[in-house]
């Protein structure tokens, strides 16, 4: 029996967040629609953060309420407060993500909040998701690195996610937000985190390929046992307030290796490619990714799988 690994598809929240250009509800409809056909079980849909931070996901509300609800598909969506718990509640939510980060100086910037500030933010919306029987999520960012304070200690990481588990979490996910990891790191934050009491099947990995070392993460988190890992069809995206944190590890990219690998994870390589090329072109970009460019490979005939 192959094993498992969970692919978290975060290209229509953290792909499109830091896109200038604006996409139309439809559009992004139309994205998720194709995630959903390539196989993706696990797609961050859209945040309820205030319009003002986020404009381009200013149209939370009436794109969640318009996507199609097939069983076993789940949409977290982001939610910084009890306003935008509220908001989330009106629009069908099911599943949320918090977001905090391992250093006060990148929490300041991105919400306003020291850690601590959050984690009590985060609190009653926790509480809320639960009694609702949401599936509840928490971002760690910077915890391998931060833009405004350079290294991060894994116990610090490791320390804020363990509060958020206290706050009743079902999974944390440590993100590199910088793309400034490399693998003994990955090593080091899972033992040091089992170590600490977060059980590996709660742990996920969100990694930035800015300096290419995102795949080598992720063999390095399957080999440590995590199995759950972010990715973006297209590669898009990155926090405006994480300065040069370009490029999330791209969904076709993950799906080659672990295919490649071994692992038995429901995605389609083609469909990704498919909804990688649709978000490519909304943007008015070119895809990028390596296998956006050279496609997949097929081992019985040698020749590349799903290129345009
Ligand atoms: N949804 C919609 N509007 C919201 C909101 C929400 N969840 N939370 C706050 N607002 C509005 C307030 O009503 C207020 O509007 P006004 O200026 O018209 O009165 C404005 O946003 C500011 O609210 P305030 O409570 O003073 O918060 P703030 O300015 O300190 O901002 C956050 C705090 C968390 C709302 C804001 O920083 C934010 O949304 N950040 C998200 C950043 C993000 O998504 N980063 C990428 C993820 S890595
Ligand atoms: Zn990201």
């Known amino acids: 029996m192959p094993e498992h690994v969970r692919i978290y598809e975060v290209g229509p929240r953290d792909g499109l967040q830091n896109e200038?250009?604006?996409?139309?509800?439809?559009?992004?409809?139309?994205?998720?629609?194709?995630?959903v056909a390539a196989g993706l079980r696990e797609i961050e849909a859209t945040s309820f953060v205030?319009?003002?931070?986020?404009?381009?996901?200013?149209?939370?509300?009436?794109?969640?309420?318009?996507?199609p609800r097939p069983t076993g598909v789940r949409y977290p969506v982001l939610v910084p407060n009890e306003r935008g718990m509220a908001r989330a509640e009106a629009a069908g939510a099911d599943a949320l993500a918090v977001f905090t980060a391992a250093t006060d100086a990148f929490t300041e910037r991105n919400i306003g909040m020291t850690v601590a500030?959050?984690?009590?933010?985060?609190?009653?919306?926790?509480?809320?998701a639960r009694a609702l029987g949401w599936w509840r999520r928490a971002y760690v960012s910077t915890a391998f690195g931060c833009p405004y304070t350079?290294?991060?200690?894994?116990?610090?990481?490791?320390?804020?996610?363990?509060?958020?588990?206290?706050?009743?979490?079902?999974?944390?996910?440590?993100?590199?937000?910088?793309?400034?990891?490399?693998?003994?790191?990955?090593?080091?934050?899972?033992?040091?985190?089992?170590?600490?009491g977060i059980p590996r099947e709660q742990i996920a990995y969100h990694f930035h390929d800015t300096r290419g070392t995102?795949?080598?993460?992720?063999?390095?988190?399957?080999?440590?046992?995590?199995?759950?890992?972010?990715?973006?069809?297209?590669?898009?995206?990155?926090?405006?307030?994480?300065?040069?944190?370009?490029?999330?590890?791209?969904?076709?990219?993950?799906?080659?290796?672990?295919?490649?690998?071994?692992?038995?994870?429901?995605?389609?390589?083609?469909?990704?490619?498919?909804?990688?090329?649709?978000?490519?072109?909304?943007?008015?970009?070119?895809?990028?990714t390596k296998v956006g460019q050279a496609g997949g490979w097929d081992p019985r005939t040698g020749a590349p799988v799903g290129r345009a």
């Open 214 to 288: 995102a795949l080598a993460n992720v063999a390095a988190g399957l080999a440590a046992g995590v199995r759950a890992f972010d990715a973006s069809s297209g590669g898009t995206g990155g926090c405006p307030y994480a300065p040069g944190a370009a490029g999330n590890l791209a969904t076709e990219d993950l799906v080659y290796l672990l295919d490649a690998m071994g692992y038995e994870h429901g995605v389609r390589l083609e469909g990704v490619l498919e909804a990688a090329r649709f978000v490519a072109e909304a943007l008015g970009k070119p895809l990028t």
């Open 20 to 35: 200038a250009t604006p996409i139309p509800t439809a559009t992004k409809a139309r994205y998720v629609d194709l995630l």
């Open 150 to 196: 350079g290294a991060v200690d894994p116990a610090r990481a490791v320390d804020v996610g363990l509060r958020l588990l206290e706050l009743g979490v079902d999974e944390v996910c440590f993100g590199d937000t910088i793309g400034v990891g490399v693998p003994s790191q990955v090593v080091e934050l899972t033992q040091v985190a089992v170590d600490g």
């Open 117 to 128: 500030e959050s984690l009590d933010a985060f609190a009653p919306v926790l509480t809320r």
């Open 50 to 67: 205030s319009p003002k931070a986020i404009p381009q996901l200013a149209d939370a509300d009436a794109l969640l309420a318009a996507l």
